[in-house]
């Protein structure tokens, strides 16, 4: 009997892996946004910092290496793509080289445990993008965000368990990344986020979940999810906490440097003790989420996608009058 899918895409953010990559792929990113070139430039010295290499990408063949074992142990013989939305290899690459490889349906998961326009709606629209691009593309569907399904769950919770471990007692503060509040009154971003902190939290006994946010980007003019992570923790009473960056799904440039480094940063000069939990990463919980995905929409021939009109853009405000 043939299967309703004959391949799995991963699909992601991308990231340089070298100093000279690093301008590039910002403009990249930026390309049509209202981000001020001072911010720009702040991001990349973030990324120099590091060696001009975001480990987003080697972080995805890792998963990518731990999805191919799941699928081997559980016989699934679905062949693994991978495609990001503003580095190599960039998503169009990887549908020619699917479409020259015969691939006629296509199953893909982002990177992106949350509903939002960035981290959902706008990978549903780089699909589509890459296959205008390339005469004869194979149909592409997008499975949702995955933040309720139980292995994603379980994964964060056995992150913050380990980092409790290391620092008993002290005060737990999970983090995402901050996202415009227009985008966020049209997505289920902020709600979702908050409601995978309470359910983590229950399972671990701890008191109602303090959600902070990060590494926002647009002009100062413009309101952003808050409060700031750093700033939260300048002002906060607690003498320990945990920082959890609930939102992300591996240790790439925004955790790295924004906790990693300013967040604890900002806790050494207060005296207070810090550890960050780690993402979910390459969990074996995480990992075997992905494959139950996979089997349960190759099973039912389908899945629910999200709602058309799912996580709208922003409104852009009007032009002013000449």
Partial sequence: MPQPYDAFLL???GGPEGPDDVMPFLENVLRGKNVPRERMLEVAEHYQHFGGISPINEQCRELLAGIRAEFAARNCTLPIYW???NWTPMLADTVREMRDAGVTRVLALATSAFGSYSGCRQYREDIERAREAVEGAPVIEKMGPF????GFLEAVTDRVQEALASLPDADVIYTAHSI???MAGVSPYEKQLREVCSIV?????LPDPVLVFQ???GPPTQPWLGPDVSDYIRQTDSKRVVVVPVGFLSDHMEVLYDLDTEAAEAAKERGIEFVRAGTVGTHPKFIHCIYEMVAEA????GFQSCAIDCCKPPARPAARPA
Avoid: D
Wanted: hydrophobic share 35%; net charge positive; glycine share 12%.
């Fill in 11 to 13: 699909v992601s953010f």
């Fill in 215 to 217: 590494s926002r980007s």
């Fill in 201 to 205: 939290n229950g399972k671990l006994g």
């Fill in 147 to 150: 933040c309720f399904r139980p």
């Fill in 298 to 301: 190759v099973a039912a021939k």
């Fill in 83 to 85: 495609g990001n939305r």
């Fill in 180 to 182: 415009p509040v227009v």
